[in-house]
T-cell receptor, first 113, second 114 residues
């Protein structure tokens, strides 16, 4: 049973436009959510996070929105840049298991010039 | 500043051979340590985590084991590799439960079992 779902395996966005990556979760005990960015053959790097007590967190070009009632979060990148092309993983913690993170399968974001 | 080292970067091993991947963390004490695996077409799966020396918890039953002989050293092992063990293995650390929840990852090891 996949508790964190990223239903779009890939997303193509034109440079300068907004990229919106979506993530859904099923475990209502999750209380902290994170986005990681991963380039090929490298480890994921932390991008931005949000606590369940908030509905929005912003850091430069990156904004994460959380809709607890819908168990949905999204990552907005504005404006999108070529260096943003990577795989983005949504992750959640606090689900009653280990302190480790539960990851989605990732979305491959491709920024078109 | 904290850093995490993981090696080797790539590894090709025959079926039935042993495995040992090592991970060390610098610049922090008593971190939580994790081993994740990313198999082809799948997300990151937590394999093992450790909250202290000699304390290992397994999330998924498998052909692998983990050990933590020192506070900042985490080792992933197998006595006999299977083809299904191929994947991208990632070590990570985090500050023990509290305000900070972010996990910081190493560069990963690409393991191909042939």
């Amino acid at each position: 049973d996949q508790q964190v779902k990223q239903n779009s395996p890939s997303l193509s966005v034109q440079e300068g436009r907004i990229s919106i990556l979506n993530c859904d979760y099923t475990n209502s005990m999750f209380d902290y959510f994170l986005w990681y960015k991963k380039y090929p053959a490298e480890g994921p790097t932390f991008l931005i996070s949000i606590s369940s007590i908030k509905d929005k967190n912003e850091d430069g070009r990156f904004t994460v929105f959380l809709n607890k009632s819908a168990k949905h979060l999204s990552l907005h990148i504005v404006p999108s840049q070529p260096g943003d092309s990577a795989v983005y993983f949504c992750a959640a913690s606090g689900g009653g298991g280990a302190d480790g993170l539960t990851f989605g399968k990732g979305t491959h974001l491709i920024i078109q010039p | 500043s904290q850093t995490i080292h993981q090696w080797p970067a790539t590894l090709v091993q025959p079926v039935g051979s042993p495995l040992s991947l090592e991970c060390t963390v610098e610049g922090t004490s008593n971190p939580n340590l994790y081993w994740y695996r990313q198999a082809a077409g799948r997300g990151l799966q937590l394999l093992f985590y450790s909250v202290g020396i000699g304390q290992i918890s397994s999330e998924v039953p498998q052909n692998l084991s983990a050990s933590r002989p020192q506070d900042r050293q985490f080792i992933l092992s197998s006595k006999k590799l299977l083809l299904s063990d191929s994947g991208f293995y990632l070590c990570a650390w985090s500050v023990p439960p509290g305000f900070f929840r972010e996990a910081f990852f190493g560069q990963g090891t690409r393991l191909t079992v042939v």
